[in-house]
């Protein structure tokens, strides 16, 4: 039997299954020390709660099954139609589920810590409160998945999309987001403390929470709300920050060295010790901004605001001021 594929992030329902089963035989099976049940036919099984760790279900049909509760520790699901299913509370702990179909999916506080989910269609599944730390989702799709307080700890999601999901509340601590796709996504209260966002599209996203030491050097942050974010330590150095709501955010110490961040709002902000160097900030919003010690050696302030501003010991050298308002609402000419 020839297998149908499709490209990434594309949704698998062409494989054709060539054993059908009802849940009684396969438990009785799997019971007997059967494991490989690769392209089989179990649509709209209740498999409720059984213990299937180590199956192999590959290129198998499960979309309508109930797999409330199920173990599939360690279990081979590659290529599964998993569509709509209801896996909540399930143990798929270390799993293979690369290029799975899982759209749809009901996956509320379920175990998928360490499982492999490369290039799987998580397209509007719903992870919330889910475990997928040290999941491997490499060019997976979650656009419009719920991950409300997922655990995504040290998760390697580069070049995953990620459009529009709710990652609102989760831990994306010390994840790999390199080259992910975060348009117009939901991260208010997040974690994403030294994670790793390098070259990721967060356009017209909403961040609020602690990204303390993570590294956005090159990241696309075009008109996303950043406001009372913890940037502490942060590197943002090339990055795409034009029309950014920085307002009343922590920057203490980060690398801003060449970042675009015209007409941005940094009121109030605390760039105490930034690293400015040749950052392009025209027409941005400084009042009330905190830029003691900062760098600002060849960046671009014309038109700026910085009424109000604490310039205590920066480094202004080879600034542009020009038509600057200065602290003291002069204007720089």
């Known amino acids: 039997m020839t297998l149908v594929e499709v490209p990434v992030n594309r949704i698998v329902k062409a494989r054709v299954p060539i054993a059908t089963m009802n849940a009684a035989e396969l438990i009785s099976r799997y019971a007997a020390g059967e494991r490989d049940f690769s392209q089989s036919d179990l649509w709209g099984t209740n498999l409720r709660e059984a213990n299937l760790s180590g199956i192999n279900l590959s290129y198998s049909d499960l979309s309508g099954a109930n797999l409330h509760g199920i173990n599939l520790q360690d279990a081979n699901l590659s290529g599964a139609v998993l569509s709509e299913v209801d896996l909540s509370g399930a143990n798929l702990s270390g799993a293979n589920l690369n290029k799975a179909d899982l759209e749809g999916a009901n996956l509320r506080w379920t175990n998928l810590s360490s499982c492999s989910l490369m290039e799987a269609n998580l397209s509007r599944a719903i992870l919330s409160k889910a475990n997928l730390s040290a999941a491997n989702l490499t060019e997976a799709n979650l656009s419009a998945a719920n991950l409300w307080v997922a655990d995504l700890s040290r998760a390697v999601l580069s070049r995953a999309n990620l459009k529009k999901a709710n990652l609102n509340e989760a831990d994306l601590s010390d994840v790999n987001l390199w080259g992910a796709n975060l348009n117009g996504a939901a991260l208010i209260g997040v974690n994403l403390q030294s994670g790793n966002l390098r070259g990721a599209y967060l356009c017209e996203s909403r961040i609020h929470g602690n990204l303390k030491g993570a590294n956005l050097s090159g990241a696309n942050l075009s008109q996303a709300d950043l406001s009372d974010c913890n940037l502490d330590g942060a590197i943002l150095s090339e990055a ?94």
């Open 240 to 333: 795409d920050m034009h029309l950014v709501n920085l307002s009343g955010a922590n920057l203490n110490g980060a690398k801003l060295r060449g970042a675009d961040m015209r007409e941005s709002d940094l009121t109030a902000t605390n760039l105490s010790g930034a690293v400015l160097i040749e950052a392009t900030m025209s027409m941005a919003k400084l009042n009330r901004t905190n830029l003691s010690r900062a760098l600002l050696r060849g960046a671009d302030l014309r038109g700026t605001d910085l009424s109000s501003a604490i310039l205590d010991e920066t480094n202004l050298n080879g600034t542009n001021l020009r038509g600057t308002i200065m602290p003291d609402k002069s204007i720089h000419n």
